[in-house]
């Protein structure tokens, strides 16, 4: 996208363009919906929040003087009597990665104005979104059921509770929040708001396909702190 | 690329209405189930020690450029959002430069009082 034109203006690429676009005396985000660079500037102070909660894990985990529970022990799943490290946490990477890739054609089918298709992976991501929400209640309970508590655990250290519960259960809330606004959008788009241009419930903006991109950066933001959740948490 | 093309004609640019090809997302989504693949692998093997370590992050790092640069667009975004998204991440850096430091201490100084029995 670096050589865009808006209103007969070319703009620069590169960092020149950076230097112009901050210093043009007017919007800085040259072509970008206000929307799209609001949900930017919310999903960089989330950051902040997730990147607080895995730091405070990295000093708990690393100053406690007990061993920290083997995590592919502690969440493995027995299938047929053999254990299997980590089944369920992999299976809930995969099913976040695919409802990512259908969000990701969901944004392109939006702009193409292929209501139907955008329609049809939104409701696929937001099902996608559910499963992972249903998967991690099991897990929570199965860990709860096994005597896992925020102040301690049959494994090892105290601290492994409250950390698994705060950092899986912030980011289990932003699945849930997503998957509301998902079934939401799915409504919106299959009732044709974007091309009749009706005004949402929150703003005055007329209805784009635009709002699908800002929903699609939420959903793959969650994905990504996934990654590093996945990461972090449970290969560590 | 064919939608800068697109965008030569004047006039026409109002909102990003650039869509991609859906080739790149479905290459991206393959990458991105095969990278996930590879670092459950590290778990499924039980690599242990700095290969472990350097593995996770390596996978960690290439499926979170992955989904920024292509899924959420930052590849086709003006530098003037690029940036502003990705220098704060510096501050992170810092954070955890410090509080790794601490977490040393911390150790220590647990060891010291509590096993060594210090004072």
């Known amino acids: 996208m670096s050589e865009q034109k808006i209103d007969g203006f070319e703009l620069k690429p590169g960092f020149k363009g950076m230097a112009s676009d901050t210093g043009s005396d007017q919007t800085m985000f040259k072509g970008v919906h206000w929307g799209k660079a609001m949900m930017w500037i919310f999903l960089l102070s989330d950051t902040f929040v997730f990147s607080c909660f895995l730091i405070s894990y990295m000093k708990g985990r690393g100053s406690t003087i007990v061993d920290w529970p083997n995590t592919s022990e502690v969440f493995s799943l027995h299938v047929g009597g053999v254990p299997v490290p980590l089944l369920l946490i992999a299976i809930m990477t995969f099913v976040l990665i695919t409802s990512s890739g259908t969000m990701a054609l969901a944004v392109k089918y939006g702009y193409e104005k292929n209501r139907k298709m955008c329609g049809w992976l939104i409701l696929a991501t937001a099902v996608g979104g559910l499963t992972f929400v249903g998967m991690q209640v099991f897990e929570w309970s199965k860990l709860i059921h096994e005597g896992v508590r925020p102040w301690g655990n049959p494994f090892g250290a105290a601290q492994f509770g409250s950390f698994f519960f705060m950092i899986t259960g912030f980011h289990g809330f932003h699945v849930s929040i997503g998957v509301i606004f998902l079934f939401i959008y799915t409504y919106k788009v299959f009732a044709g708001h974007y091309e009749t241009k009706k005004r949402g419930w929150f703003t005055k903006m007329k209805g784009d396909y635009v709002e699908i991109e800002i929903l699609g950066l939420y959903w793959h933001f969650v994905d990504l702190v996934w990654v590093f959740i996945f990461a972090f948490f449970y290969l560590w | ?119």
């Not at chain 2, 093309?5 to 290459?27: A, D, F, V």
């Not at chain 2, 667009?73 to 959002?81: N, P, S, T």
Request: with cysteine; hydrophobic share 55%.
């Open chain 2, 1 to 119: 690329m064919e939608e800068t093309n697109k965008m030569e004609e004047p006039n026409k640019q109002e909102e990003q209405t650039s869509t991609q090809k859906i080739g790149i997302y479905l290459w991206i989504w393959g990458l991105l189930f095969v990278l996930s693949f590879f670092s459950y692998m590290v778990d499924w093997y039980q690599f242990q020690g700095m290969l472990r370590w350097s593995l996770i992050l390596f996978f960690m790092f290439l499926k979170a450029g992955l989904i920024m640069a292509f899924f959420m667009h930052l590849f086709w975004e003006r530098y003037a959002l690029v940036n502003v998204l990705l220098w704060p991440m510096t501050a992170i850096a810092c954070f955890i430069f410090l509080m790794n430091a601490e977490f040393q201490y911390t150790l220590f100084s647990r060891f010291f009082y509590f096993v060594v029995g210090g004072a």
